[in-house]
């Protein structure tokens, strides 16, 4: 078992920023993608970004690229999603998620989930 624990959410206005982080713990992640998702209410949950825990590949959406980064910190087994230049439609329920065998957007491939953390961006 993954255990994932969001934090970093809240309100902010539009072109603003906010760090979310994500800490693991329960299993060795060599060959976890870790990722982010977001849900906003009564809309499809959706990816935003995905990380090797032991490789180098990355992947962001369109709909973010430029504005959003991934990154993570081995020692701390922990990842992070820096959202810079904020919208309104940012807005939504962010949740990280980890997949033992899977490198890619399909969230229905991710095994475990967090709990979610609310991003809040006023216009």
């Known amino acids: 078992q993954v255990q994932l624990v969001e934090s970093g959410g809240g309100l902010v206005q539009a072109g603003g920023s906010l760090r979310l982080s994500c800490a693991a713990s329960?299993?060795?992640?060599?060959?976890?993608?870790m990722g982010w998702f977001r849900q906003a209410p009564g809309k499809e949950r959706e990816f935003v970004a995905c990380?090797?825990?032991?490789?180098?590949?990355?992947l962001v959406d369109d709909s973010v690229k430029g504005r959003f980064t991934i990154s993570k910190d081995n020692a701390k087994n922990t990842i992070f999603l820096q959202m810079n230049s904020l919208k309104a439609e940012d807005t939504a329920v962010y949740y990280c998620a980890a997949a033992p065998r899977y490198y890619g957007k399909d969230w229905s491939q991710y095994d475990y989930w967090g709990q979610g953390t609310q991003v809040t961006v006023s216009s």
């Open positions: 990380i090797q825990w032991n490789n180098v590949g990355i």
């Open positions: 329960g299993r060795t992640l060599n060959r976890y993608t």
